[in-house]
């Protein structure tokens, strides 16, 4: 038996950093092409004079670089006070709380309505129609509506960006509640059978098999939940007047769109770049998580 | 005393006959193969037997009880074809997890783990992932999960099947003596003869549509089997023997095509 050991796939340190090294790297190349590729196509439409689809000039699509210069610079035309950058994250930053906080609910409130309509698949059959139906709300329409009901149900320290986190609630919890039942609903047959053997009750059925099984699904909805749960923070705060998140950067920006681009491309930049940590911390939470046969990770 | 006691157990499903007219008695400590062709009903008496599913008629006793006391007194080990092991537990955690569904204290089911390891000889694995291993390896580690909480009964369904000819003869050994060391009954499904009479102390032959018993031939081999006993000539008597119930319940048949080994591997 000894021998077999040797057989076994062993990973040495070497080869994990080398791979490391190698995403990064791959990253960085893919950064750069993009790079090119916006200055490039820049650079053409404007030489050639094309307009078609849009005319190409420093409203549109101003240098990348101008951008991030535009980042750096100071916030108010006059060039004083703090940087673009510091108004910016620091907005990001109460955005991120309430997509942080609309996330959670949204994803514990998914997955228990996932639970729960897994297990009942009668409640399922007359609830998931009327879920669905839920999403296409317009939700620049009813995200007013929902700071108007909610703020005064709140106690101070949540007014205003709690009911802005209910709003990015409302677009997390969906996919998550339909990859739970998906997911609780893919164990493996006999698996199902063992645990019957084991005479195992429906609870550890639940935590030691389905919900397992079901993680890979529940990941996969995550990362979706996570960017949009962004998305739901921003649109929750553009209709609500609340003044403190990226939201309001936005409508501020947007109003001097034509004579200073810069300001909204940046806003635009620090938006997504909240988008994407969001999503990359879920992909770390999943590789820490999920323990999968290679050939079994998605 | 007979730990499994089957009486006129039947099984449709819809409109097919999967099994009938069952009778079958199975003493303690023995090693009970049933073979014959596909769709003969092997792995639906098997199912019968450990309450996974319900017979549409007949009895079945398992030590004296119900089969569904048995199953919930957990009576029964289950091997399937596949190991069905959970990607997301180590080799020991999955051992370990018919004892954490019976609430044995930690302590407890860490040292029966241990032992269960040493028995189908994975010492030294417990912390590897399923997929870490090779294919005998991970079947072996579903047998110290099924025989974990040591059941009265353990019932294998095709449980070699996917693995290679030497694989299959090395597990073989291992699995009987697993079972002289473990003290229990034995069912187990095959498609292999030399397979079901080099381990058994009876093999039930099956023949289909609808599944039915078409014999019971008791294997007088002497014990513990050993890599010579395929090269008895009793040995050979009894493949034989077995070899021409498999063929007479397909006789009485008439259609089917006769079934050899190969085609079934
Ligand atoms: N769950 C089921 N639903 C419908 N038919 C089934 C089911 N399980 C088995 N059968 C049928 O019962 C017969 C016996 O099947 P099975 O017990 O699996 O045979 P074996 O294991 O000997 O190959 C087959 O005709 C099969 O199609
Ligand atoms: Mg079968």
């Not at chain 1, 990226?246 to 920006?253: P, S, T």
């Amino acid at each position: 038996m000894a021998t077999m050991a040797a057989e076994l796939p062993v990973e040495p340190r070497t080869e994990v950093i080398r791979r490391a090294a190698a995403r990064v790297g791959t990253s960085i190349l893919v950064l750069a092409a993009l790079w090119g590729l916006w200055e490039g196509y820049r650079w053409l439409w404007i030489q050639e004079g094309w307009t078609w689809p849009f005319i190409v000039n420093d409203t549109t699509m101003p240098h990348l670089h101008d951008i991030f210069a535009a980042l750096w610079a100071k916030a108010s035309p006059g060039g004083v006070g703090p940087r673009l950058i510091t108004v910016l994250v620091k907005g990001a930053l109460f955005t991120a709380k309430e997509a942080a906080a609309g996330f959670a609910i949204g994803a514990l409130g998914g997955f228990a309505l996932g639970v729960l309509l897994a297990h009942f698949r009668l409640l399922q059959r007359g609830l998931l129609p009327w879920i669905v139906a839920s999403q296409t709300v317009p939700i620049l329409v009813v995200a007013p509506m929902v700071v108007v009901w909610a703020n005064p149900k709140l106690p101070d320290s949540l007014k205003d960006w709690g009911a802005v986190a209910l709003i990015a609630a409302f677009l997390t919890f969906f996919p998550v509640t339909v990859n739970t039942i998906r997911g609780l609903q893919s164990a493996d047959r006999r698996a199902l059978e063992l645990m019957r053997s084991y005479a195992a009750g429906d609870w550890r059925i639940l935590w030691k098999l389905r919900f397992p099984a079901a993680l890979p699904y529940i990941f996969a909805a995550l990362k979706i939940s996570a960017t949009a749960s962004v998305v739901g923070a921003l649109i929750g705060e553009l209709p609500s007047s609340i003044p403190n998140g990226l939201g309001a950067q936005i409508i501020n920006f947007s109003q001097y769109y034509t004579t200073q681009p810069r300001g909204l491309w940046a806003t635009n930049v620090i938006a997504a770049a909240l988008g994407i940590s969001f999503f990359l911390i879920v992909l770390i939470a999943e590789k820490l998580v999920v323990r999968r046969a290679p050939e079994n990770l998605v | 005393m007979n730990v499994v006691e089957i009486s006129g157990v039947s099984k449709r499903f819809g409109s097919t006959t999967a099994v009938e007219g069952i009778e079958l008695e199975i003493g303690e400590r023995e090693f009970v193969s049933l073979i014959g062709p596909s769709g003969c009903g092997k792995s639906t008496l098997l199912r019968i037997i450990g309450d996974l599913i319900e017979p549409s008629g007949g009895k079945v006793v398992v030590n004296r009880k119900t089969a569904r006391q048995a199953r919930k007194d957990r009576d029964y080990g289950i091997v399937f074809q596949d190991p069905v092991l959970y990607d997301w537990r180590t080799v020991a955690k999955n051992v370990a997890l018919p004892l954490e569904i019976a609430r044995w204290p930690r302590q407890k089911r860490k040292v029966r783990v241990q032992k269960m390891l040493e028995l189908v000889e994975l010492t030294g694995f417990e912390n590897h992932r399923p997929w870490q291993l090779s294919g005998g390896m991970q079947q072996r580690v579903s047998i110290a999960r099924a025989l974990s909480f040591d059941p009265a009964l353990l019932l294998m369904d095709e449980p070699f099947g996917a693995l290679d000819e030497m694989t299959r003869e090395r597990l073989n050994m291992e699995l009987l003596r697993i079972w002289a060391a473990s003290g229990s009954t034995v069912v187990f499904v095959t498609h292999s003869i030399s397979e079901a009479v080099f381990l058994s102390t009876q093999v039930v032959v099956m023949s289909p549509r609808p599944g039915r018993i078409s014999e019971v031939v008791p294997i007088d081999l002497k014990q513990p089997r050993t890599a010579t006993t395929r090269e008895e000539p009793r040995f050979f008597e009894l493949v034989t023997q077995v070899r021409e119930a498999l063929h007479l319940g397909h006789d009485l048949e008439r259609a089917a095509p006769v079934i050899t080994q190969q085609a079934e591997a």
